[in-house]
């Protein structure tokens, strides 16, 4: 969507707070012995405190009201009894929602207690690669040229990124025009951002698989080439010069 007028502002503000705070909360209470299932349960209260209401079951029936990915999972992750959280996991926790007819979108990896398993690194990288890329978006910026940075920094870190996962515009439904912000550059895409528009962007940031493929439960993604992936999404309100993160409390690049 573009935002035109105040109340479209505070409007986006208000859904952004509830997932940002909600992907917050999420990641703190998270912890080793604990299900997915638990987790998104968690997750779906806060959600119906603001009066929020999970983007993903509105919009596709998932079976679930966050996306929980845990280790080899990329996304789209079911939460699951079964599936029992263990020290050392790398998770990516997605909240997305609606609220009084605006949507938005925000998302994060992290690991389980302690990094014993080395992950925080692959972390590290696409938090910086997302905030360097949010930095450089502003009216008029060619959405390839943020995919082309994107591809560039994961590169300066030995990774590679997931080419058919990609940030999108937002606002009046989960996925609106422009349908696709890649990480990588698209000869194929002449847009360019355009000020006042809101965009969730995101990194698919990766150890060794540049397509994500979907299991046999319809939803889970992993890597073509197996290996881990991290992801990290920002929603904002395109402008001039600095961009608005209408999500920024999540505290993800705390």
């Not at 603001?50 to 679930?64: C, D, V």
């Amino acid at each position: 969507m573009s935002i035109s007028k105040e109340e479209e502002l505070i409007g986006m503000q208000k859904a952004s707070e509830a997932v940002a705070f909600t992907l917050m909360e999420m990641r703190n209470y998270a912890q080793a012995g604990m299900s997915t299932k638990q987790l998104d349960n968690y997750g779906a209260a806060i959600l119906s405190d603001f009066g929020a209401k999970s983007a993903p079951f509105l919009t596709y029936q998932f079976p679930g009201c966050t996306c929980i990915s845990v280790n080899n999972e990329f996304c789209h992750g079911i939460p699951s009894d079964k599936r029992i959280l263990k020290e050392g996991d790398l998770v990516n926790i997605d909240v997305s929602a609606e609220l009084n007819g605006f949507w938005s979108d925000n998302g994060g990896s992290f690991v389980i207690g302690e990094d014993i398993n080395q992950h925080q690194k692959l972390i590290n990288a696409s938090k910086q690669i997302l905030h360097k890329a949010i930095f450089n978006i502003k009216g008029g910026v060619r959405i390839s040229d943020i995919g082309h940075l994107m591809e560039t920094e994961a590169k300066k870190y030995g990774y590679k990124v997931i080419k058919n996962l990609t940030g999108h515009g937002i606002g009046r439904s989960l996925h609106e025009e422009p349908g696709e912000i890649a990480n990588y550059r698209d000869r194929f895409n002449p847009a360019r951002f355009k000020k006042n528009s809101v965009v969730a962007i995101e990194t698919f940031i990766s150890t060794s698989s540049t397509f994500a493929e979907t299991l046999n439960d319809g939803w889970t993604m992993v890597g073509n080439k197996g290996g881990f992936m991290a992801q990290h999404e920002h929603t904002i309100v395109v402008t001039d010069g600095k961009p608005l993160i209408l999500t920024e409390m999540n505290g993800i690049w705390n």
